[in-house]
């Protein structure tokens, strides 16, 4: 049955919550399908907690000067523009 | 929770040092978010640096009444589709010299390997949770595009998962970092 994923989110409407919820009482194979469906959903979401460390610090991703007076450039490679960032800023990205 | 407000009221004062420290605690969730969203870990750094910007110079208008991870999240998810918009063309997902390890790294690798629209679907609502609404604003497509499309994705992904057992997802692609477990405490996006 096609709204069972959606079903199992909470997507639908209450009415096709309701005709969803009273097909699975009837069918066994939709049941399953439904319980499957709960546990991919519940993997997934687990997968929040699991992150991915970036190669390199954001510290050492800064181009430009570093001087503490010359406001600097950090590269917004591919977003268009490149982010200035005022003096007091620079600190910031260093290594802890 | 506390500290994190503690840290917030400092940085809103300008102070560095507590930007570093509270950046650093969601450095992580933001760069994973970004590279589930691009698929590449230069683009997700380039994203994690942007909302690192974001963090500093807007935080005077986040106001406390969401958490702040969920403000970032979102600001990472705007962040993050603007530039897979402009790179559309180019977009790759690197190759993974990693080979299954478990099944979060399985599943993780499942998504990745899902066609772009994709995969932004499924990592946007299935995995950090964001309302459907707010996906449809995100991606500027009805609410019921994001529902057709949505289904579309997540058949797809169970298709790659069951013919996992035999071997199909060897060619799959996905992280080069090791996935690490996150404080029970950070997991909350809403
Ligand atoms: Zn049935």
Known sequence: ?96 | MKVEHVLIEKVKRGDPKAFQELFSRFERDIYTLAYRLLGNREDAEDVTQEVAWILWSKIKSFRNESSLSTWLYRVTANTALQLLRKKRKIIYVEPSAHTAEDMHLMLEMAVMDLQENQRTLIVLRDIYNFPMKEIARMLDISEENVRVQLHRARKALRKRLEGGENGGMQRSSGTNTSLRKGRADEKSNE
């Not at chain 1, 959606?6 to 997507?11: D, I, L």
């Open chain 1, 1 to 96: 049955m096609e709204l069972i994923p959606a079903y199992v989110k909470g997507e639908l409407t209450r009415n096709q919550m309701n005709e969803v919820s009273e097909h699975l009482q009837n069918c066994n194979s939709c049941y399953e399908e439904a319980e499957k469906w709960e546990e991919l959903f519940a993997e997934l979401r687990s997968l929040v907690s699991y992150t991915h460390k970036p190669e390199k610090k954001v510290a050492q991703l800064t181009r430009g000067k570093t001087s503490s007076l010359t406001p600097w450039i950090v590269g917004g490679v591919g977003l268009g523009v490149g982010v200035l960032i005022a003096a007091g800023g620079a600190l910031l990205w260093r290594k802890k």
